[in-house]
């Protein structure tokens, strides 16, 4: 049987539960995109899109919805987000799962605590937390960069520039650890348990944090999206507890996998990194390889509120889930030739691993910034770091492409 008699990939064989695709992803990936580039998915009732400009098309379009509530009784977006077809509880959704005029206001609102300005103020003090957690390698021969440092960072930027007092760091990262567990769909009943303790009692520390913050402002993030105004309106308590669980899942998520799959790709690709450590200057382009090659958020989903027709002909139906592909789309050939080449000085970096058009990802120039510290933080440190394993394994999470380690020699073999 040749290739294009196998049937093509379905279900869970496009998800990170299945391991085949959760450890190489893109043989199924390119087969869809190279036979079935608009894919309709039975089993998960859902519209699985691989090329870049139809990805372009849909993200951009101001009629799609990307709220669960509005998307159809057994739709995909639903069982991702654990919304009960019925819609018979309580969800709010974050940002990323809101729709207009709702979407518009906490986006005008956010986007004021992270201006370019506020970003670039956060730089000295986001490389003197890098250099801190690095400073406890110094009699470390080996290290695990994921749990070490990929994960630790990120979660202790958002911590700092929220306002969190350094005290209560610790604690702070370890509810939004156990926060992050929503996104595992196979989590146990204990692990639920946590997430729901974790999820209360930070919901009670922001709670707490907002009030003082209106009647003792300060300069940190908390305190800019607690007065921050968009036409008289400001956030509501509950929409500022959900945009801080929102941070603490997707944002360090997004960081701790450019951190960790990035310095793999680094080491896997000698000649790039020793390009990258000869100049420097192309941290900047190199990050933005990293984003493309890695997609550390794989997939985004976007329904429509009518029967759509696509350019080359396939009728999308309304209600149900498109789920762009955003890991497919980043190596389409038609956008980036030899995609699956890494290359720091590749000239395209038009790279959609931020989303496109109304819900790109908000803090996607501070991820760049902290990536950009840490490679070159790290690299300058300990310019002979190698690679332990060749083969590393990936976590089963279906929509965040994370590396579960990445043991490291410190000082080369």
Not at 72 to 100: V, W
Not at 228 to 233: D, I, V
């Amino acid at each position: 049987m040749n290739d294009q008699d196998t049937p093509l990939p379905t279900g869970f064989e496009l998800t990170a539960l299945d391991e085949e695709f959760r450890t190489s992803p893109l043989p199924r990936l390119t087969r869809l995109r190279e036979n079935a580039p608009v894919y309709y998915d039975a089993s998960l009732n859902r519209y699985f899109l691989t090329k870049m400009s139809d990805l372009r098309t849909i993200l951009k379009d101001k009629t799609m919805l990307a709220d669960p509530r509005t998307s159809a009784p057994e739709s995909y977006s639903r069982l991702l987000t654990g919304m009960p077809a019925d819609g018979s509880n309580d969800y709010e959704p974050a940002i990323l799962f809101q729709d207009n005029p709702n979407h518009h206001r906490l986006r005008s609102i956010v986007a004021q605590a992270f201006s370019l300005r506020n970003i670039n103020a956060w730089e000295k003090r986001i490389t003197a937390i890098t250099h801190e957690i690095l400073d406890g390698f110094a009699q470390e021969p080996e290290i695990d960069l994921v749990a070490q440092f990929a994960e630790q960072l990120p979660f202790r930027v958002i911590a700092l520039i929220l306002g969190i007092p350094k005290s209560e760091h610790e604690q702070f990262c370890q509810w939004g650890k156990d926060i992050a567990l929503s996104l595992d769909p196979l989590r146990t009943p204990s692990q639920t348990k946590r997430m729901d303790h974790a999820a209360k009692k930070l919901s009670e520390y922001i709670g707490d944090m907002a009030q003082e913050c209106r009647s003792v402002p300060k300069g940190d993030l908390l305190t800019i999206l607690v007065n921050a105004e968009e036409e008289g309106a400001r956030l509501s308590i509950e929409e500022l507890k959900t945009m801080t669980k929102f941070l603490l899942t997707a944002g360090t998520l997004t960081v701790a996998s450019l951190i960790s799959s990035g310095m793999y790709l680094l080491l896997s690709n000698p000649k790039q990194l020793k390009k990258l450590q000869n100049n420097p200057a192309l941290m900047p382009n190199a990050i933005e390889e990293m984003l493309r090659c890695t997609a550390p958020a794989t997939e985004t989903q976007r329904h429509c509120p009518h029967d759509l027709q696509m350019e080359e002909g396939q009728k999308l139906e309304a209600g149900k889930t498109i789920c762009a592909s955003l890991l497919a789309a980043n190596h389409d050939p038609a956008s980036f030739p030899n995609p699956e080449q890494f290359d720091i000085e590749r000239e395209n970096t038009k790279h959609i691993s931020f989303g496109d058009g109304a819900h790109f990802c908000l803090g996607a120039q501070l991820a760049r910034l902290e990536g950009r510290i840490a490679f070159t933080v790290l690299l300058e440190r300990f310019p002979d770091i190698s690679l332990v394993d060749d083969q590393p394994t990936y976590s089963g999470l279906p929509v965040f492409r994370t590396l579960q380690k990445l043991p490291l020699k410190l000082q080369g073999a």
